[in-house]
C-alpha cells in the first residue's frame, strides 16, 4: 500500500526484481529535507525505458518540462515557444502517458528521435511552428524542483 499527505491509499504491484531508491533533496527555502522514495518495475530500473526504445519515463507533465527533456534527451533542435505545440503532437499521436505518481505527475513518452523529427518538419512545413527570426543560440527554461513537484500538480 502507498499512502501520504492528501492520497488516498493505493495498493501498488512492480512485480519481481522491483528496485527502490530513497533519498533528500534540500529545497531552499524548507527547514527539513524533501525525503522521497522512488520504486520501479523491473522494466524501468533496467533502463528499457529509455531513447533507445522508444520511451522515456519523465518526472513531470508540464509542457515545459516535457519538450525541454525530450528536446535535450534526443538532441532535438528547437524553441521554447514549441512546447505547446509538441504537447498536442503526443496528444494526437497518443504518445502521453501518465504514470502513477505521488507528490509529482510523471509520464512516459512513446517515440523515437525520427517521429519526433517528423513531426516537427510537419509542423514547419505547414506554419504550424516557426524558426526564430534572428540567429543565436537558444536556451530552454530552466524548471525548478518545486515546479515540478507540487503538492498538487497538476497537467498542462
Same mark, same amino acid.
Given at each position: 500500500m502507498?499512502?501520504?499527505?492528501?492520497?488516498?491509499p493505493?495498493?501498488? $504491484?512492480?512485480?519481481r526484481?522491483?528496485?527502490c531508491?530513497?533519498?533528500s533533496?534540500?529545497?531552499?527555502?524548507?527547514?527539513k529535507?524533501?525525503?522521497?522514495?522512488?520504486?520501479?518495475s523491473?522494466?524501468?530500473a %533496467?533502463g528499457?525505458? @529509455?531513447?533507445?526504445?522508444g520511451r522515456?519515463?519523465?518526472a513531470?507533465s508540464?509542457?515545459?518540462f516535457? *519538450?525541454?527533456s525530450?528536446?535535450?534527451?534526443?538532441g532535438i533542435p528547437?524553441?521554447?515557444?514549441?512546447?505547446?505545440?509538441?504537447r498536442?503532437?503526443l496528444t494526437?499521436?497518443?504518445?502521453l502517458?501518465q504514470?502513477?505518481?505521488i507528490? $509529482?505527475?510523471p509520464?512516459?513518452?512513446k517515440?523515437?528521435?525520427?517521429?519526433?523529427?517528423? *513531426?516537427l @518538419?510537419?509542423?514547419?512545413?505547414s506554419?504550424?511552428? @516557426?524558426?526564430?527570426?534572428?540567429?543565436?543560440?537558444?536556451?530552454l527554461? @530552466?524548471?525548478s524542483l518545486?515546479?515540478?513537484?507540487?503538492?498538487?500538480?497538476c497537467? %498542462?
Amino acid at each position: 500500500m502507498v499512502e501520504g499527505p492528501d492520497v488516498q491509499p493505493v495498493r501498488v $504491484c512492480l512485480e519481481r526484481n522491483a528496485q527502490c531508491f530513497k533519498g533528500s533533496i534540500q529545497v531552499p527555502g524548507r527547514k527539513k529535507p524533501l525525503r522521497h522514495l522512488i520504486g520501479m518495475s523491473e522494466e524501468f530500473a %533496467s533502463g528499457n525505458m @529509455s531513447s533507445s526504445s522508444g520511451r522515456t519515463l519523465l518526472a513531470g507533465s508540464d509542457k515545459d518540462f516535457v *519538450w525541454a527533456s525530450i528536446a535535450q534527451i534526443y538532441g532535438i533542435p528547437g524553441v521554447p515557444e514549441w512546447a505547446d505545440w509538441f504537447r498536442e503532437e503526443l496528444t494526437n499521436h497518443h504518445a502521453l502517458f501518465q504514470v502513477l505518481g505521488i507528490g $509529482c505527475d510523471p509520464v512516459t513518452v512513446k517515440g523515437t528521435k525520427e517521429q519526433f523529427l517528423d *513531426w516537427l @518538419s510537419w509542423g514547419v512545413e505547414s506554419g504550424a511552428i @516557426s524558426f526564430p527570426v534572428e540567429a543565436g543560440s537558444i536556451r530552454l527554461p @530552466s524548471l525548478s524542483l518545486p515546479r515540478i513537484f507540487l503538492p498538487n500538480p497538476c497537467s %498542462s
